[in-house]
């Protein structure tokens, strides 16, 4: 499969551009966490049943406490990933990461529509969370970061040994 990070240039306009947004979306992370979530059940309602702790929930889907954490690291991981490649590539500076993600995630049982409903959501909600700063560019800089990433996660994607 070769090496992550380095088949595409990341520019050092890009990795600003996602930097950027997300110090400004950070300041309303909470809320813009929620709506990622809520997004990609209201594409992909079967993706619930991947969430262990929705399983057997006793509260309603938008006041589960447990929601907020992981929309927070697709988000920041997504955000180091820009940082990474620029710097030449994620895999080489977090490997042990995204090795844990890759087995972790293929346990969880995550497929590719998964990552892509993902990645719908994720474009969607920075768009809604900072209007002022959307552009195509923009939404090229943080697709190219995700898309790296989940790369890089689905390369591992296979049993812990
Ligand atoms: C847990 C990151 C995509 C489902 C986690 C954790 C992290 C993480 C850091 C906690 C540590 C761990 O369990 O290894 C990411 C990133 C993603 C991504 C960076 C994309 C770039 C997805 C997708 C799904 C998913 C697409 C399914 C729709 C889960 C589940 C857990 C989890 C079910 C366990 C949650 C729990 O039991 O609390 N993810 N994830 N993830 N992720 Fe993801």
């Given at each position: 499969m070769g090496s992550f990070g380095e088949s595409k240039v990341f520019t050092e306009h890009q990795e600003a551009l996602v930097l950027k947004s997300w110090s400004v979306m950070k300041k309303n992370a909470p809320e813009l966490a929620l709506k990622f979530f809520l997004k990609i059940f209201e594409i992909a309602?079967?993706?619930?049943?991947?969430?262990p702790f929705l399983?057997?929930?006793?509260?309603?889907l938008e006041q589960n406490p447990k929601l907020k954490p992981h929309a927070l690291n697709v988000f920041t991981l997504a955000c180091e990933s820009a940082v990474q490649l620029r710097k030449g590539g994620i895999a080489a500076a977090r490997e042990t990461t995204i090795k844990r993600l890759g087995a972790s995630h293929f346990k969880y049982g995550v497929v590719d529509e998964h990552f892509d409903v993902t990645r719908f959501a994720l474009l969607e909600t920075i768009k809604e969370g900072i209007p002022e700063m959307w552009s195509v560019e923009m939404r090229g800089a943080w697709a190219e970061a995700y898309d790296q990433l989940v790369a890089a996660i689905k390369a591992e994607m296979k049993p812990s040994s």
């Open positions: 309602p079967s993706a619930q049943k991947i969430f399983r057997d929930a006793k509260v309603p």
